[in-house]
C-alpha cells in the first residue's frame, strides 16, 4: 500500500471507530493494521488482567485459536513481554528470537512486532502483528503502528467504558426491576451521550517504503455498516476465552 494510502486509512479507521461496540472494533484495528503492514497475519488481544485474555481476534477473519494457544501467547510469547515491559517489542527474526511462540499457520521465519494498547495507567491489551520478512518491522511502520495504537487504544477504552457501565445498569435493574420500569430509559439507551471525541490523529510520520497489499484485507472490513456488523457472526472473536 502506497504511503499516501497508509494515513488515508488510518484517518478512515479513526472515523470508523466512532461506536461503542467492542468486537466490531477490535476487528477493525487489526483488520487495518494488517492492511496498512501488507501483511494477513495478526491478532489483537483484551486483557482482564495482566494472566488472562477477555477477548481476542485474530486474522485472517475467520481464524480459529485454541485456548492453549491464547495461553502460549500469554505466558511465553510476545503477548507476554509487550504486557510485562510495557513498551512495543520487536522480533527482527523470529527463527533465532525465543520470545517468538508459532501458532496455526503464522509463520517460522520473518519478523513480528507487539504493541501495548494503553490509555493513561491502564493496560488494554496488545496489538501483534507478523510478517514473513526478517527485519520488516522498520521505522517508519513502527511509527504508524504506534499511532494505529493511540488511536485504536482512546477508542477501546471508550468501547470497555461503556460495556462496563451497562453491565451495572443491568445488574442494577435485576435487583430494581420497579426503578428501572419507573424510570422508562436511561442514559445507556443513547450512547452517542458518553462517548468522549478521540483524539485527533496527526499524520506526522515519515513517508512509508510501498508495501505488498496482494494478501492483507480488504479495506471494506474497515467500514461501519450493516453489512459488517454481519459478517462479524462469521469471524473468529473470542468473547470471554478463559
Same mark, same amino acid.
Given at each position: @500500500? ?17 461506536? !461503542? ?10 483488520? =487495518? =493494521?494488517? *492492511? @496498512?503492514?501488507?501483511?494477513? $497475519? ?5 486483557? $482482564? ?13 475467520? +481464524?480459529? @485459536? ?45 519478523? =513480528?512486532?507487539?504493541? !501495548? !494498547?494503553? #490509555?493513561?495507567?491502564?493496560?488494554? /491489551? ?13 521505522? /517508519?511502520?513502527?511509527? *504508524?503502528?504506534?499511532?494505529? =495504537? ?5 477508542? *477501546? ?8 457501565? $451497562? !453491565?451495572? @445498569? ?25 462517548? $468522549? ?17 496482494? #494478501?492483507?484485507?480488504?479495506? #471494506?472490513? *474497515? ?13 473468529? +472473536? ?5
Amino acid at each position: @500500500m502506497p504511503p499516501i494510502r497508509n494515513y488515508e486509512a488510518l484517518y478512515k479507521l479513526a472515523r470508523a471507530m466512532h461506536h !461503542l461496540d467492542k468486537t466490531l472494533m477490535m476487528e477493525q484495528i487489526v483488520t =487495518a =493494521a494488517a *492492511l @496498512m503492514m501488507g501483511t494477513a $497475519r495478526g491478532c489483537l488481544a483484551l486483557l $482482564r488482567d495482566e494472566t488472562s485474555i477477555d477477548a481476542a481476534c485474530a486474522v485472517p477473519l475467520g +481464524t480459529t @485459536m485454541t485456548h492453549d494457544e491464547w495461553d502460549a501467547l500469554l505466558a511465553k510469547g510476545a503477548l507476554g513481554f509487550v504486557i510485562y515491559s510495557e513498551r512495543t517489542v520487536i522480533i527482527r527474526n523470529v527463527a533465532t528470537d525465543p520470545r517468538w511462540v508459532p501458532v496455526l499457520n503464522w509463520p517460522r521465519t520473518g519478523s =513480528a512486532i507487539g504493541l !501495548l !494498547l494503553q #490509555k493513561e495507567s491502564k493496560r488494554l /491489551g496488545v496489538l501483534l502483528l507478523a510478517h514473513a520478512q526478517v527485519d520488516y518491522f522498520d521505522t /517508519g511502520r513502527v511509527a *504508524l503502528l504506534e499511532e494505529i =495504537a493511540s488511536v485504536a487504544s482512546a477508542a *477501546l477504552s471508550n468501547a470497555l467504558r461503556f460495556e462496563a457501565l $451497562r !453491565l451495572q @445498569m443491568a445488574r442494577f435493574e435485576a435487583v430494581h426491576p420497579d426503578t428501572a420500569q419507573k424510570n422508562g430509559h436511561h442514559a445507556l439507551a443513547h450512547p452517542e451521550a458518553i462517548t $468522549r471525541e478521540l483524539p485527533r490523529v496527526e499524520l506526522s510520520n515519515p513517508p512509508l517504503q510501498q508495501v505488498p497489499d496482494d #494478501k492483507a484485507p480488504s479495506e #471494506k472490513a *474497515l467500514s461501519h455498516d450493516d453489512s459488517a456488523s454481519g459478517a462479524r457472526d462469521a469471524t473468529n +472473536t473470542v468473547q470471554s476465552p478463559f
